[in-house]
């Protein structure tokens, strides 16, 4: 339903700048089975387009093609041939005027405001090695040994993310005497270990989020890139980057004020699923793939799940903007719509970031 409707509004909002010259009918290319080793490999991204049996074309990633699917094209049609945005060819794209693929950069940051992440369920799989971290927050991550190797890039894979703490003691510890939801594993919650396969470009099938690190590191102080003098006292709060929010290590919750962004609701699953169409991980061979499939994510608890507040949403939108969002997505029911807010909104858009704000898709 979510995403009849952006394809509605973007239309609509298409709709008076389209040349008068465009016909009505045009030729549509038709989508083909993905081709062996093609990218991506997510299993949601084209099961109709690749033969699998009882999908069709709404239950695939078509927003993303440059091509109509099969089992309407006979039906439907596109000036351009592509029943989406054509990102299907940017990521494979291989001539022209810039011959090479282009599948997203981690220094892209894309903040998501609505009810908080769900690091408890499946969906987020998809999106806690895309999680930015701010490393002003954290130390050094160690090896198994106990150890630091003076780089946040621990695995040396490019992207620094949770994985590089996968192995790191204080980790490990400081979760043995959490309890697990679900339990199975060492880390807070026994979801993602097995969930697809590494991709190259940051993802690896473990149980490690950054409600993890939170737990471990969420109430130390960071001097220098380990942890200071103060140590790691119970309720602590350090502001250690010095931005006002002690202690965000990633995102925060204006909810509870506290620098945890999980929602309290186990099964909440809207947040997740709308970041996964936003950033979820590519080419993993799990579940399917976000528009924005390289880029950096920053959830933030806005309010009680979808419900928004104004005395709330303008100083996300501060934060989000001050920490670097390129773009913000604001997905909540807001009834109120203050003058801060106003100003905040003014602010962000002032600072060059791109807004996508939904108020309210309730009837």
């Not at 590191?217 to 980057?241: E, M, R, T, W, Y």
């Not at 620098?259 to 099964?267: G, L, R």
Request: glycine residues 10%; negative net charge; aromatic residues 8%.
């Amino acid at each position: 339903m979510r995403r009849a409707r952006v394809a509605l509004v973007s239309l609509a909002l298409m709709a008076p700048l389209a040349p008068v010259a465009v016909p009505l009918v045009a030729h549509a290319a038709t989508c083909t089975a993905q081709a062996p080793g093609a990218f991506p490999n997510d299993p949601a991204y084209a099961p109709a387009e690749n033969g699998q049996a009882q999908q069709t074309w709404d239950s695939e990633a078509w927003y993303l093609y440059d091509c109509i699917p099969q089992d309407v094209s006979a039906t439907s049609s596109d000036p351009e041939g592509a029943a989406g945005m054509s990102v299907s060819a940017l990521w494979n794209r291989s001539g022209g005027a810039f011959p090479y693929a282009d599948r997203g950069r981690n220094d892209v940051v894309v903040s998501y405001m609505e009810g908080g992440v769900n690091w408890r369920i499946p969906t987020s799989c998809e999106l806690k090695d895309r999680a930015l971290l701010n490393t002003g927050e954290l130390p050094w991550p160690e090896d198994a040994s106990g150890k630091t190797h003076g780089t946040y890039d621990l695995n040396g894979d490019g992207v620094v993310n949770v994985e590089d703490y996968l192995n790191d003691p204080r980790v490990l510890a400081a979760d043995a005497s959490q309890p697990k939801s679900p339990a199975g594993g060492p880390f807070l919650h026994h979801v993602c270990s097995g969930a697809g396969t590494a991709n190259g470009a940051g993802y690896a099938p473990t149980d490690i989020t950054p409600e993890d690190l939170i737990v471990a590191f969420g109430h130390c102080q960071v001097v220098n890139h380990l942890i200071g003098p103060s140590g790691c006292p119970a309720n602590g709060k350090f502001d250690n980057d010095g931005n006002g929010y002690p202690n965000d290590i990633s995102g925060w919750n204006f909810d509870r004020n506290t620098n945890d962004p999980q929602t309290e609701e186990t099964a909440y699953g809207h947040a997740p699923g709308l970041i996964g169409d936003v950033a979820g991980e590519a080419n993993n061979g799990y579940a399917g793939v976000g528009e924005c499939r390289g880029c950096s994510i920053v959830p933030i608890k806005q309010g009680a799940e979808c419900m928004g507040r104004a005395d709330h949403w303008a100083p996300a939108i501060l934060y989000a903007t001050d920490l670097g969002a390129t773009t913000i997505s604001s997905v909540v029911v807001q009834y109120a719509y203050s003058s801060a807010d106003q100003a905040a909104v003014d602010y962000a858009y002032k600072h060059g970031v791109a807004l996508a704000l939904d108020s309210n898709d309730f009837d």
